[in-house]
């Protein structure tokens, strides 16, 4: 349940009402809103309701979350959307992330390259991947460390938050040190250990759906991130399977504004990863922007037809700016402008 404070609750109010609650065993997660704050509460219901918390100074009303995931519904914080801000950068509401980058860091050359050519075109964030899961035990699986080392030299160079993949909580560490946002792959979304963990990492999620989950179990799975404390969670909608084979997956975009109404989290959408051919990709750009989701991670490569994986979904790193700004204008469409570091300030 949540329990809404009046709006002029004072802080003594309100953490009497926290100590009474965690006193039964149950535990708070308080969001400040822009009027009011408001106790999201995780534990015994009936326990919590003995308290009769509804007649006790400052509290307004009493509110039972229904749906299973309570920490990620839209009605723990009244409809109002969360707005993250990663390393200077605004995501969410009116500000529209386009993350861009190379399928997987290859090279010095390849990874710095693609980083100054994507902020060079207003990027909000550089994607890139060290550690690589794939369906073949035997394909190229990532350079690790050393892949995490040229990304934190991208970032020394451009400025550019980072956003790279974590598969194995072993590798926890080192991606700590340099990512600003972990991505945890489709294969993982129901990876519960690893995303508990990443709960008390702290650091912000890009939870992509799973090939063939539901638009629920997607936010059960980011319900194992926020339980822990951490409320930055982008969720991603990346193609899920179906019968269709003109294309790799079927990209869901009646998912963006589902999950506008079920969540206050922001809706990424993977336009490369559903489609697998280049030529699919700024379509589906376009029409993620306009049907409303809060940004797009895209994959550039500076020569695609040489990548090391996911070449044909790639797009060339010399075509990026002209296809930033078609994704620019398209996002004017919702509402939303691209989220720069000049932007944000």
């Known amino acids: 349940m949540m329990i809404v404070m009046k709006q002029d609750a004072t802080e003594d109010e309100i953490q009497a009402v926290v100590d009474r609650v965690e006193g039964v065993g149950a535990r708070t997660h308080r969001i400040n809103g822009d009027e009011l704050t408001v106790l999201g509460v995780l534990g015994d219901r009936e326990h919590v309701m003995r308290l009769e918390l509804e007649g006790a100074a400052g509290v307004d009303k009493l509110v039972p979350i229904l749906k299973p995931y309570k920490l990620a519904s839209s009605q723990i914080r009244h409809g109002e959307p969360s707005v993250f801000e990663i390393g200077g950068r605004k995501i969410g509401g009116s500000n529209f992330a386009l993350i861009a980058g190379p399928c997987t860091v290859e090279s010095r050359e390849q990874t710095l390259g693609t980083a100054h050519t994507v902020a060079a075109a207003g990027a909000t964030l550089f994607r890139g991947g060290a550690y690589k899961p794939r369906t073949s035990p035997y394909a190229f699986h990532g350079l690790g460390v050393e892949g995490l080392r040229l990304l934190a030299e991208a970032k020394a160079e ?13 590798d926890l560490e080192p991606v700590l040190e340099v990512a600003d946002v ?3 792959g489709a294969r993982n979304m129901q990876n519960y250990t690893l995303l508990t963990e990443l709960g008390r990492a702290g650091r912000p999620v890009l939870l992509k759906r799973g090939l063939s989950a539901t638009l629920e179990e997607l936010l059960n799975a980011s319900e194992y991130i926020l339980k822990e404390g951490n409320e930055h969670v982008l969720l991603c909608e990346r193609g899920i399977r179906t019968f269709e084979t003109a294309y790799r997956f079927t990209l869901d975009l009646t998912a963006v504004p589902v999950l506008k109404e079920l969540t206050h989290l922001p809706v990424i959408v993977d336009p490369s990863h559903a489609a697998g051919r280049r030529d699919l990709v700024q379509p589906l750009s376009l029409a993620a922007a306009a049907v409303g989701a809060d940004g797009i991670i895209v994959e550039v490569h ?12 790639q797009l060339v790193a010399d075509e990026f700016a002209a296809y930033a700004e078609k994704v620019g204008q398209a996002a004017a469409v919702a509402g939303k402008t691209i ?5 944000a300030a």
């Open 158 to 170: 451009t400025g550019m938050p980072i956003v790279t993949e974590l598969m194995d909580v072993r």
């Open 339 to 343: 989220s720069t570091l000049a932007a």
């Open 182 to 184: 972990i991505q945890i």
């Open 302 to 313: 500076p020569n695609p037809d040489e990548a090391i994986c996911d070449g044909p979904q």
